[in-house]
């Protein structure tokens, strides 16, 4: 069993930066694909970014070169730093643990882009 725990958002003006935070219990997290989400109201919910067990690291085309995701396996934390943040990145992020059969969500946390 895998809990996460998401920190770090916020409201932000429109060229801004966050840093989200997962952090994970758990002795074997390194050994899991972790994933941050987002779902706007109205939407369905999409992923932006996603780092495997190995380090191989993929993003969303809309976040690309703003958005760097992030691990540290001694800390049991995955990081999503977000740059030139825009209104339409406005949505409540998750976390996602994934490995072999198991899959974990985080509770989310709200990041608002406006001015």
């Known amino acids: 069993q895998v809990q996460l725990v998401e920190s770090g958002g916020g409201l932000v003006q429109p060229g801004g930066s966050l840093r989200l935070s997962c952090a994970a219990s758990?002795?074997?997290?390194?050994?899991?694909?972790v994933g941050w989400f987002r779902q706007a109201p109205g939407k369905q919910r999409e992923v932006v970014a996603s780092?495997?067990?190995?380090?191989?690291?993929t993003y969303a085309g809309s976040v690309k070169g703003r958005f760097t995701i992030s691990r540290d396996y001694a800390k049991n934390t995955v990081y999503l730093q977000m740059n030139s943040l825009k209104p339409e990145d406005t949505a409540v992020y998750y976390c996602?643990?994934?490995?072999?059969?198991?899959?974990?969500w985080g509770q989310g946390t709200q990041v608002t882009v406006s001015s």
């Open positions: 996602n643990a994934v490995y072999k059969l198991d899959r974990f």
């Open positions: 758990g002795r074997i997290f390194g050994a899991y694909d």
């Open positions: 780092i495997t067990s190995g380090g191989r690291i």
